[in-house]
């Protein structure tokens, strides 16, 4: 029952390795089947429709899609029964760039400038085109065997000048917006602003092309841990407001 356990989500960084493995073997197993793909093209595809990032849905079809992402890996066995979905803590690697710890703990390197941005060349490594081939953002013109049918592998250009929000740009962020907001409040500068940032710490520019800076970030691991931290900021924003105790009726 998939549904059985609670969801309760810890900092990558706070998280054993046994809870680290979990993550990394249970997404190169939805791989292996065919279904980060998916995600792919379910994150192209609404991002085309604007609805998941520029209206009010920008958190809600996210924690939707991360509780999805837990269902699949949930159904992988008994093993995974009670899996969760870490959150990186961004304010940890904050000033760290290439040493932040999210590159460095099993997830993958900050991509190979030298070798189109791939984050794993080794011929048998966990990120590697061999373990974890992907279908999109593929760069043929660069590397023909970097294609759809040989695998693409999983690129980022990170860490190259563009830091992270500290501790203190995060609080200030909280309590300046007391409203969500659709053009001028938390949502709306969460997603320009800290969202913004952060895909662009893993994914580069927009001329890099690579997995999180494309339409089809949800095929690198990050995106969820990622998206996973913004659900537990905008939880924090609705506590330092109060807006948690709000009657529903």
């Known amino acids: 029952d998939i549904y059985s356990c609670p969801r309760t989500r810890k900092a990558w960084h706070l998280s054993s390795e046994e809870e680290k493995q979990q993550f990394i073997s249970g997404i190169h ?6 279904k980060i793909k998916h995600f792919g093209l379910t994150h192209h595809h609404i ?9 009010a849905e920008f958190f809600a079809w996210h924690r939707y899609f991360l509780w999805e992402f837990e269902n699949q890996i ?24 290439e040493d932040a710890y999210i590159f460095n ?8 400038i030298e070798n189109d941005d791939c984050v ?16 999109h953002i593929c760069h043929e013109d660069i590397e023909p065997l970097d294609n759809p049918s040989n695998g693409c592998c999983l690129k980022r250009a990170a860490a190259r000048g563009q830091d992270l ?4 740009a995060y609080v200030n962020f909280i309590k300046t917006y007391n409203n969500f907001g659709a053009s001028d409040g938390f949502r709306k500068w969460t997603f320009a602003g800290m969202h913004g940032e952060i895909h662009g710490f893993v994914g580069g520019g927009w001329a890099n ?5 494309s339409r089809y970030s949800s095929e690198d691991p990050l995106f969820y841990l ?23 009726s």
């Open 29 to 34: 197993k939805l791989n292996e089947q065919g």
């Open 47 to 55: 991002v085309d429709s604007a609805q998941a990032h520029f209206t």
């Open 74 to 97: 949930r159904k992988l066995g008994p093993e995974y029964e009670c899996f969760s979905v870490p959150y990186w803590d961004i304010t940890t690697d904050s000033g760290l760039f």
């Open 105 to 112: 703990s099993g997830l993958g390197g900050i991509g190979d």
């Open 120 to 135: 794993d060349m080794e011929n048998d490594g966990s990120w590697s085109v061999d373990n974890f081939p992907l279908q």
């Open 165 to 168: 929000s500290a501790v203190s």
């Open 209 to 213: 092309y690579t997995h999180m800076i």
């Open 226 to 248: 990622l998206h996973s931290w913004l659900d537990y900021v905008f939880v924090v924003w609705k506590q330092c407001w109060g807006y948690d105790k709000i009657d529903a």
